[in-house]
């Protein structure tokens, strides 16, 4: 496993706040799937979030690139949105409901 130190992810990044902020969002990626852009040695996201920033591979605009790109994936199965959408009625949403015509006596 290559050794990776702050000082190595701080050639290309500006400041310590934004490196964290770089490598946290890095690693969220490659933990929802996103595929590494090193070779992973078996180490854990936020290390390869660091290897990757530290060879130059990440930048933040490479990071809002993926970002845009990367599908989504939701915790919450189809089943629970169905059963969700079947709840809603329009009468929740302040749809009014047609009047019967009023008699003129």
Same mark, same amino acid.
Do not use: Y
């Given at each position: 496993?290559?050794?990776v ?5 701080l &050639? *290309?990044?500006?400041? /310590?706040?934004?490196? @964290? #902020?770089?490598?946290?969002k ?7 799937g996103?595929?590494? $852009? @090193? *070779?992973? =040695?078996? *180490?854990?996201p936020? #290390?390869?979030? $660091?290897? %990757?920033?530290?060879?130059? &591979?990440?930048?933040?605009? @490479?990071?809002? =690139?993926? !970002? @845009? !790109?990367? +599908?989504?994936?939701s ?6 949105i169905? *059963? %969700?959408?079947? =709840?809603? /009625? +329009?009468?929740? =949403?302040?749809?009014?409901k ?5 008699s %003129?006596?």
């Amino acid at each position: 496993m290559a050794r990776v130190t702050v000082e190595d992810c701080l &050639k *290309d990044v500006d400041n /310590r706040f934004q490196l @964290v #902020v770089m490598a946290a969002k890095r690693a969220r990626q490659i933990e929802a799937g996103a595929q590494p $852009l @090193v *070779d992973p =040695e078996r *180490d854990k996201p936020t #290390v390869i979030a $660091l290897r %990757e920033i530290a060879e130059g &591979k990440v930048t933040q605009a @490479v990071l809002d =690139e993926i !970002h @845009v !790109h990367q +599908p989504v994936r939701s915790r919450i199965s189809d089943f629970e949105i169905r *059963d %969700e959408l079947n =709840e809603f /009625r +329009p009468e929740d =949403e302040g749809v009014a409901k047609p009047r019967a015509a009023a008699s %003129e006596d």
